[in-house]
Structure formats: C-alpha cells, structure tokens
C-alpha cells in the first residue's frame, strides 16, 4: 500500500476495509497527479497558498458541469484571497479536456483551474472518498459508483484539513458559502476571534473563548458589547 493511502485506511471487524474520512486537523495527504495543467506534487502546488481541492464522480455530468463553470467566475474572488482551486474527477484527464468544451458552452466559462485525473482512484481513497478496498479503475464505473466522490477540502498554508464538505449528486455545491467560509477561516487564522451564524466579511465577531478579559482588554481597548460575560462582541479586527 502506498504512504499516501495509508494516511487514510482502515480496517472494519470483519476483515473488510471501511472509508476513512479525513478530520479536520490532519495533513491533507500529498499526492502526484496528472492534470490539465500538467504534473503536479500537490503539497509543492499549494506552497505558501491556502487550497481548496473539489471532487467529482464523472464527467459529463450535469450538476457538476454547473459547478465547474460556476468555480471558473469565481477563481479572481480566491486569487484575492491567496487561495488556489482545483478540480478532481475520477476520469482522464484527456476527457476532462473535452469536457472543458462543454463547460464552455453551457456555463459560458471554462475551467481556468487545473482538472486531476484519478483514475486509479488512490487519491479518492487516500481523501476518504472511496473505501479503500475499492477495486480497478475508473473504467466502467458509473457516476453512482463514485457518489461519495462530492467532496470540498479547504486546506491551509500549513497543509492541514481547514473544512470539510461533502454533497450528494443531486444537489449543487454553494461555492459563494464556501467563499464565506474562507474569510472566517482566514481571519480567524490570523485573530483569536470566531465568527458567529452567518457572517459576513466586516461584520462584528465574537472574541474566542480562550481569550481572557485582561488579554481581551489589551487587544480590544475600547472595550465590547457583552450579552454574556462569555459571549463578548467586537468589530471585526482589520486585515
């Protein structure tokens, strides 16, 4: 078995192998990949940006053909934000060259971000996506075989696992929540700050609970609102 699926295997009673999903915290396994930009080692790819790496059970597959072009519009939002994109099908990567036509089409915009081709499926398996006693190739396997493969992994600057989504085949991924979810991420990275039900960027924010009120003090000055002594309200801090 290879280190990268080690990193993501495991073993049920009865003998048989089980998924595995990645937890929040853990290093992203690194991988080598073909894709539609070219090789990549997935670590080095990232380097010193922050990630987000979003899966797909097929190509030309209509609800992802949605997403795919949706994600190209968006790609300036994450470059602002020092995030790359990139995509995961479990096809080759010379149908995802095909399929970028179509994207074109339908969408109006292509993809504009590199496309993985998985089809031995080790990073599927090595990200939790398909148990890892899955056999074969992506050959013959139909879009309900691969349904778990409808994840999205935010991964940090320091290679660990920031967020995990996963979406059934039915329903399309809010990548303007994803978006948001990067800014709290981000921001709450860099502050000891949380944010609460459905900020937004320049919105208050709540002082984290592991700092005390002398510290708080020291960093806030001009004080915060209150509800609770442990709930403290504060402008969000500045970039």
């Known amino acids: 078995m290879s280190r990268v699926a080690r ?9 048989g192998y089980v998924i595995m999903a990645l937890q929040l915290g853990e290093t992203a396994p690194d991988f080598e990949a073909e894709t539609t930009e070219g090789p990549i080692r ?3 790819w990232i380097g010193n940006s922050w990630a987000i790496l979003f899966s797909h059970p097929k190509d030309f597959t209509p609800v992802c053909t949605t997403e ?7 790609k300036s939002e994450f470059d602002r934000r020092n995030t790359k994109i990139i995509g995961l099908s479990v096809d080759p990567v010379t149908d995802h060259k095909k399929w970028a036509a179509d994207i074109q089409e339908t969408q109006g915009t ?26 074969g190739s992506s050959v013959g396997r139909t879009p309900a075989d691969n349904q778990t493969v409808r994840n999205v992994f935010v991964i ?3 290679k660990k696992v920031k967020l995990v989504i996963a979406y059934p085949m039915t329903t399309g991924r809010n990548f303007d929540e994803v978006l948001r979810v990067l800014d709290s991420l981000q921001l709450t990275a860099k502050h000891k700050v949380a944010t609460p039900v459905n900020w937004r960027q320049g919105e208050d924010v709540i002082i984290a609970g592991s700092v005390s009120d002398d510290e708080a003090r020291k960093a806030y000055p001009q004080g915060w609102k209150a509800p609770r002594p442990w709930y403290r309200i504060v402008p969000q801090p500045k970039a």
């Not at 990193?7 to 003998?15: E, L, N, V």
């Not at 795919?68 to 968006?74: N, S, W």
């Not at 089809?119 to 990200?127: M, Q």
């Open 42 to 44: 997935f670590h080095d």
């Open 68 to 74: 795919l072009g949706y994600m190209a519009k968006l």
């Open 7 to 15: 990193s993501a295997h495991a073993y049920s009673k009865a003998g």
């Open 156 to 158: 940090g600057p320091d």
């Open 110 to 135: 292509a993809p504009n971000y590199p496309l993985i081709g998985d089809t031995d499926l080790k990073i599927s398996k090595a990200y939790g996506m398909l148990a890892m006693g899955t056999e």
